[in-house]
């Protein structure tokens, strides 16, 4: 999957939830500026985030898109 993906997903999902970065991060025990990395697309996330960022949206990380995927959200 290409990189920016992933992270305009991260952030549209964040920003759906009214999350701000520091919120997310905290929420998943990682500092903002691993959050930032991600959705800006200058690291990939490794699965198992993928995985917590799915259970914390309530989304699949199936791609191409389920109906409450990640893309769609």
Known sequence: MYMP???ERIRFLRTRQNLSQSALAEKLSVSKS?????????????YDF???????????TDY???ER?????
Do not use: C, D, K, N
């Open 64 to 66: 191409p898109p389920a």
């Open 34 to 46: 691993v959050v930032s990395s991600y959705e800006t697309g200058v690291h990939l996330p490794p």
């Open 50 to 60: 993928l995985l917590r960022i799915a259970a914390i949206f309530g989304v699949s």
């Open 5 to 7: 993906q992933i992270g």
């Open 69 to 73: 995927s990640m893309l769609t959200g």
